[in-house]
C-alpha cells in the first residue's frame, strides 16, 4: 500500500512545503495524510493530496489566514467560495499596500525634516470643501470624541487629507466614527502647496465644535489649511484658525474594514424605536468599567433582525447570531435626521459591527460588541 503514497519527505521535496509545515499542517486540520503508521507515526499522503500540497504552499506565500486556507482547500468544486475567499485577500492586501505607501510618505516627510530642519519647512496643504459636506461629517463623528485625560489624542476630530477625500474621524476606543467629504480644489493662492495623498491633523473637539458652529447653514466652499501645526478654517469671509493636538492618532484603517456576515437594511426611525422600547440589562462595559444599558440584536436562520433583552432570546434556533450592544451608543451612532436608510453590519458576537447610511456609503460607524456573561 505503501508504494502508491508519497512519505512526508517526498511530500515536502515536490510540493515546496517543508517537513515541519506538513506536520503542523497536519495538526492543525488543514492537511491530513492519507495514512499514518500506528508503530512508528510515520505520515504518508496520497498521490492526488501533492496538488492540495502544492495549493497549500502558494496560499502560506501570499499570507493568507490559516482559516482561511482551511476553507480554501475544504470549499466544494464549483461552488465559488474558494475563488471568493481569494477577491477578499487581495482586497485586503491592496489596502495594505495602500497604507503602507502613506506611512512611508509621511515617514519620508519626518525624515526630510529630521536630516534638513532648517530646508524642509513643514508643509501646509490648503483645499476646499462643500460648507454642507463638512458639517454633516462633523457631526456624523462628533459623538464619538473620546473624553479620558489618559488619551489626549482622543479628544479631537482626525482631519485625514487622503487626495481627492477629506475624511473626519473620531474614537473614544468603544466606538470608532468615520465620514467622507469630496475635495473640490485646491486653493488658487499663490506660493501655496497641491493637495498631497496624505496630510493629517488632530482638530482639538473645541475647535472642531467652534468650526461646526461658524459653518451653520452655510452654503458654498470652506477653505481649509492642514500642516505645520496648525488648522485654518475661512468661511465666507470668516476665519478661524487653532493649533493642532500634538499627537499621532491612531491607525483608524484596519478598524473600519469588516467583513460582514449579515447586512440588514431598515429605516433609522424603526431601528432607534425598537431600541427605546426594548428591554435592557445593566452591565459593565462602559469607559473604567462603567454601567450600562445593553440590548441584544439578533439575526435568526432565516435573516430575521430583531432586538431583544439580554437572556430573551431563548426561542431562537442554535445557530441563530447575537450581538449583544451598548444601547445608548447604538443609539448615539444614529443619524440624528431619523428617516434615512440605514445598514446594520453584523459579523459575529464578538466582532465590530458597523451602522451605515444608505445613501452616504462613506459616512459610518463601528461599534465594538459587549461580552455576555457565560
Keep these: 500500500m505503501e508504494s502508491d503514497l508519497r512519505s512526508i519527505g517526498e511530500l515536502a521535496r515536490d510540493s515546496g512545503l517543508s517537513i515541519s509545515a506538513l506536520?503542523?499542517?497536519?495538526?492543525?486540520?488543514?492537511?491530513?495524510?492519507?495514512?499514518?503508521?500506528?508503530?512508528?507515526?510515520?505520515?504518508?499522503?496520497?498521490?492526488?493530496?501533492?496538488?492540495?500540497?502544492?495549493?497549500?504552499?502558494?496560499?502560506?506565500?501570499?499570507?493568507?489566514?490559516?482559516?482561511?486556507?482551511?476553507?480554501?482547500?475544504?470549499?466544494?468544486?464549483?461552488?465559488?467560495?474558494?475563488q471568493r475567499l481569494m477577491d477578499e485577500h487581495l482586497r485586503r492586501l491592496e489596502h495594505g499596500l495602500a497604507d503602507a505607501r502613506r506611512e512611508l510618505s509621511l515617514i519620508r516627510r519626518l525624515i526630510d525634516q529630521r536630516e534638513?530642519?532648517?530646508?524642509?519647512?513643514?508643509?501646509?496643504?490648503?483645499?476646499t470643501v462643500p460648507a454642507r459636506g463638512l458639517a454633516e461629517a462633523l457631526d456624523a463623528v462628533r459623538f464619538a470624541v473620546g473624553g479620558d485625560p489618559e488619551l489626549p489624542v482622543l479628544s479631537g476630530?482626525?482631519?485625514?487629507?487622503?487626495?481627492?477625500?477629506?475624511?473626519?474621524?473620531?474614537?473614544?476606543?468603544?466606538?470608532?466614527?468615520l465620514a467622507e467629504v469630496s475635495v473640490e480644489s485646491a486653493v488658487p493662492e499663490e506660493g501655496a502647496v497641491p493637495?498631497?495623498?496624505?496630510?493629517?491633523?488632530?482638530v482639538p473637539v473645541a475647535l472642531a465644535d467652534a468650526v461646526r458652529a461658524l459653518l451653520g447653514s452655510a452654503a458654498g466652499v470652506v477653505e481649509l489649511a492642514l500642516g505645520a501645526g496648525t488648522v485654518h478654517v475661512t468661511v465666507g469671509g470668516h476665519r478661524i484658525e487653532g493649533v493642532a493636538l500634538d499627537h499621532d492618532y491612531p491607525?483608524?484603517?484596519?478598524?473600519?474594514?469588516?467583513?460582514?456576515?449579515?447586512?440588514?437594511?431598515?429605516?433609522?426611525a424603526e431601528l432607534r424605536a425598537a431600541l427605546v422600547s426594548a428591554a435592557t440589562s445593566s452591565l459593565p462595559s462602559g469607559p473604567h468599567g462603567a454601567a450600562c444599558e445593553v440590548t441584544l440584536l439578533t439575526?435568526?436562520?432565516?435573516?430575521?433582525?430583531?432586538v431583544a433583552a439580554p437572556g430573551a432570546d431563548?426561542?431562537?434556533?442554535?445557530?441563530?447570531?447575537?450581538?449583544?450592544?451598548?444601547?445608548?451608543?447604538?443609539?448615539?451612532?444614529?443619524p440624528a435626521d431619523a428617516p434615512g436608510q440605514l445598514v446594520l453590519e453584523l459579523g459575529g458576537p464578538i466582532t465590530p459591527l458597523a451602522v451605515r447610511t444608505a445613501d452616504r456609503p462613506g459616512t459610518f460607524s463601528v461599534l465594538m460588541p459587549v461580552r455576555l456573561p457565560a
Design 314 to 334: 431563548a426561542d431562537l434556533a442554535a445557530g441563530a447570531l447575537r450581538v449583544a450592544v451598548n444601547r445608548d451608543f447604538l443609539l448615539e451612532a444614529l
Design 195 to 202: 493637495v498631497a495623498p496624505a496630510a493629517s491633523a488632530v
Design 157 to 177: 476630530v482626525l482631519f485625514d487629507l487622503d487626495g481627492g477625500l477629506l475624511r473626519l474621524v473620531a474614537t473614544d476606543r468603544y466606538r470608532i466614527a
Design 116 to 127: 534638513n530642519p532648517m530646508a524642509t519647512p513643514p508643509a501646509e496643504y490648503r483645499f
Design 299 to 306: 439575526v435568526d436562520g432565516e435573516g430575521r433582525f430583531a
Design 251 to 268: 491607525d483608524y484603517r484596519p478598524l473600519v474594514r469588516l467583513e460582514p456576515v449579515h447586512r440588514i437594511g431598515l429605516p433609522a
Design 23 to 82: 506536520r503542523f499542517y497536519d495538526g492543525a486540520g488543514v492537511l491530513a495524510p492519507a495514512r499514518v503508521d500506528p508503530r512508528t507515526g510515520y505520515r504518508w499522503y496520497a498521490p492526488g493530496q501533492l496538488a492540495d500540497a502544492r495549493l497549500l504552499a502558494r496560499l502560506r506565500r501570499v499570507g493568507l489566514p490559516l482559516a482561511d486556507i482551511r476553507a480554501v482547500l475544504g470549499a466544494a468544486p464549483g461552488s465559488g467560495a474558494a
